[in-house]
């Protein structure tokens, strides 16, 4: 087998375990739950566009 065999062979699966210990390290859940909140906060943009209020927004296109 050459050096390229053995760099699929465990190269690949190394990578996968790798992936696998960065997602599941300690510390990584607090932040995966602020991030699963970040669809369901509405920012002040939105809230804005939403009353009418154009804020103090700078918009080239104007």
Request: cysteine-free; hydrophobic content about 30%.
């Amino acid at each position: 087998m050459s050096w390229s065999g053995y760099l699929y062979l465990f190269g690949i699966p190394l990578i996968f375990i790798g992936i696998i210990v960065y997602i599941y390290r300690p510390g990584a859940k607090r932040r995966y739950r602020q991030d699963a909140q970040i669809p369901l906060k509405e920012n002040d943009n939105h809230n804005r566009h939403r009353n009418g209020d154009k804020g103090e927004q700078n918009d080239p296109r104007r």
